[in-house]
């Protein structure tokens, strides 16, 4: 079982609607929990990130944390083509900086 | 401010060639990350420096990837000789510290590694 698991899509959705971009995990040393965005051909750039269980907005963007059940989220709400990218989802324990991505979900909003 | 740099962009070499990346970190990040990123998959950390030692290179395939930062800023990452599986593309970041509460990392571009 690997560590981090993230549906690889592809996901493609009409414009304006909302996303919701899953991941689970089994190491329960996780405690910050971030989603990146990755365009092609680009690296990947830090969108959120969460300490622990609970609920973070930011803008159109909502992720979602439960450690119980060792699975976060990322909602996207009014979905736009400009959205249209890989999202990784990563994490890392408290003592150290080793991230583990997810191998990502690619999406497409189409206009 | 700038952000990380990287090259060369893309590189094209054969197997059992040799190759070797450059990276620029962000002014005053003392940590300095490589990844490899292969197609389809999330980026694995392969060696991690603070400042010009090293933190972890648990993932780094000794046998033929090396890397440095010797004077603490710049840092290159080698491979030699290169094999077919390690077409990715290799990723630089930055933070500013790499302990306690989560320090965000900064991304390069990449750089894009096909061994025919």
């Known amino acids: 079982q690997k560590e981090v698991e993230q549906d690889p899509g592809p996901l493609s959705v009409p414009e304006g609607a909302i996303v919701s971009l899953n991941c689970t995990y089994s190491n329960s040393a996780f405690q910050y929990f971030m989603w990146y965005r990755q365009y092609s051909r680009k690296g990947p750039e830090l969108l959120m990130y969460?300490?622990?269980?609970g609920n973070k907005e930011d803008g159109r963007f909502t992720a979602q944390v439960d450690k119980s059940s060792k699975y976060i989220s990322l909602f996207i709400r009014d979905s736009q083509p400009s959205d249209s990218a890989t999202y990784l989802c990563?994490?890392?324990?408290?003592?150290?900086?080793?991230?583990?991505f997810g191998a990502g979900t690619r999406l497409t909003v189409k206009p | 401010e700038a952000g990380v740099a990287q090259s060369p962009r893309y590189k094209i070499i054969e197997k059992r060639q040799s190759v070797a990346f450059w990276c620029n970190p962000i002014?005053?990040?003392?940590?300095l990350y490589w990844y490899q990123q292969i197609l389809g998959q999330g980026p694995k950390l392969l060696i991690q420096?603070?400042?010009?030692?090293?933190?972890?290179d648990s993932q780094l395939p000794k046998d033929r990837f090396s890397a440095e930062r010797l004077k603490g800023v710049d840092s290159t990452l080698k491979i030699q000789p290169a094999k077919l599986e390690d077409s990715a593309v290799y990723l630089c970041a930055s933070s500013l510290a790499p302990m306690g509460p989560y320090n965000e990392q900064f991304f390069g571009p990449g750089t894009r590694l096909t061994v025919l």
């Open positions: 990563a994490m890392k324990g408290a003592n150290n900086n080793d991230m583990r």
């Open positions: 002014s005053g990040h003392a940590t």
């Open positions: 420096f603070q400042n010009n030692g090293v933190v972890d």
């Open positions: 969460t300490y622990s269980s």
